[in-house]
């Protein structure tokens, strides 16, 4: 757990500008050599979890449909991150063992996003535009720095609902969450401010109060007032609308001024489109792994992505290559509705996890994102727990895990 929390920090702050990236090559390598040293001792105690068999089974299908495509490389590039998000994942099942394990992963990345915020603020790096958007220079590219610290504001809210009670806590939660949002909001992803709101609500209206109740009206109106303070602060505070505002004006109202500014929105519709016509030449086989790259040249002149985890499915791989990806999400979302026994707020979390971050697959990749797959392991395993409770806290099997 010591090194799955000091990996967790490094990934948010050993980035360019802030502390040397290597410390957090050298976290996860030490994370990833404990895992393979305890596996390798405790082989007869291993226990697959249905989530890694799927993604081995997808890890298949993707050096199936690498065979046809423009580029191949196994150990560099998207099938690299493959690779490296499957071991990710696998270890974070072995070491989460519990209900709380998990919260203490939740603080763990509560943490990391407080620290990253703290140290770009006392740097004067706390500043961003939408033409100049926060995330930029330390990470590269926006949309990294907003995906992590996204991530961070959904354990974050699932901290504040379900993982404590301690009023002093709630508060110390509810002022990194505002924060965090902040950050968000001066990064200009617009999916990565809306995504939170949207996973609160699941949260919300999966919770019952102590004698049973779903409350479901009254927090559907303290949403309405949650998300109208948000827009008025976004549209009318200079700081906010300057970055985010901005473009969320443009993606509300196509005739404004600030749509016809706004070219990035314009490029991914574009590719949106072009991948999805595409694939219907090739419905079934697809193009090829990780190859709209290569089309996204010819109609926009730069090896893009396709903005759309959908149709970068569709375009790389066909219809059955889509199905199979998507298999974990309705694998997530229907194991935490059947099962009733299940304490309300670990199925809240699936629940919420699955069906928010299908949402925010419209406008983003997240296929190889391992922070994203570290979530849906996470979610089936709590899921689990309760069926499984004898074996899963047994502090002896230490590798134990859903049954196969």
Known sequence: MFLMCIYVITSFIAVNGLLNESINALCLYAFFG???????????????SYYSIWNLIFMAASLIVMGYSPSFAIMSGSFYTLIVSFALTFFFQMFIRNGEDFRKLCWYYTIASLLLMVMLHSRGMLVGTAEERLGQDTFGNANIFASLMMIAVLYELWLLIYGTNKPL??????????????????????????????YLYLLLIYKTSKSGRKHIILYTLLMALLVGGAYTAIMKVPVLYDSIGIRMEAMLDKTSDA????????TREIMRKDAFSQWQKKPLSGYGFDSYKYRAKQIVRKFFYSHCNYVELLYNGGILYFLLYYWIYYK???????????PQEYRAFAIAT??????????????????????FALALKLIYFHDNSTVCNDDNNVLSGEKV
């Open 354 to 375: 699955s069906i928010s971050l299908f949402i925010y697959d419209y406008g983003a990749i997240s296929y190889t994102a391992a922070i994203n797959h570290i979530m």
């Open 259 to 266: 749509a016809e500014d706004d070219g990035s929105s314009r």
């Open 169 to 198: 806590h709630k508060i110390f939660v509810i002022f990194i969450i505002i924060y965090s949002m902040y950050g968000l909001s001066l990064s200009a992803g617009r999916k990565y401010v809306l995504i939170p709101f949207i």
């Open 34 to 48: 404990y895992g393979c040293m305890l596996a390798a001792l405790n082989l007869k105690k291993i226990k697959i």
């Open 332 to 342: 997530v979302f229907i194991e935490a509705f059947k099962r009733k026994k299940v």
